[in-house]
């Protein structure tokens, strides 16, 4: 059974790099799925910020794509999510999970991490 595990700092100053990994067990990350990052904000809907595919190619949401990066490293089995120049609307619950699509997110699909919250506040 795959599993998912964020990681990362709680907490990152404004303007500064969010930087999480997801390290997976029980499936490469190079098999046939989306290897996602999705956050949920307080009050707020679940939003697709970005993924890889198995073969890295990056995919991410539009509105964010000039300030996020995400990379992998096939032999630790994680991948990284990294997003640029923060502000606080940057707070969210960030979750990585494994998906066979990418055109909406629900947590009734797919393999999902526990989550980590990610402030970003002074």
């Known amino acids: 059974q795959v599993q998912l595990v964020e990681s990362g700092p709680g907490l990152v100053k404004p303007s500064q790099t969010l930087s999480l990994t997801c390290t997976v067990s029980g499936d490469s990350i190079t098999s046939n799925w989306f290897w996602a990052w999705i956050r949920q904000s307080s009050g707020k809907d679940l939003e697709f910020v970005g993924a890889?595919?198995?073969?890295?190619?990056?995919f991410y949401r539009q509105s964010l794509k000039r300030r996020t990066s995400i990379s992998r490293d096939t032999s630790k089995n994680q991948f990284t999510l990294q997003v640029f120049s923060t502000t606080e609307e940057d707070t969210a619950v960030y979750y990585c999970?494994?998906?066979?699509?990418?055109?909406?997110?629900?947590?009734?699909?797919?393999?999902w991490g526990q989550g980590t919250q990610v402030t970003v506040s002074s």
């Open positions: 890889i595919d198995e073969t890295g190619r990056p």
């Open positions: 999970a494994r998906l066979r699509t990418i055109s909406y997110v629900t947590r009734a699909e797919g393999s």
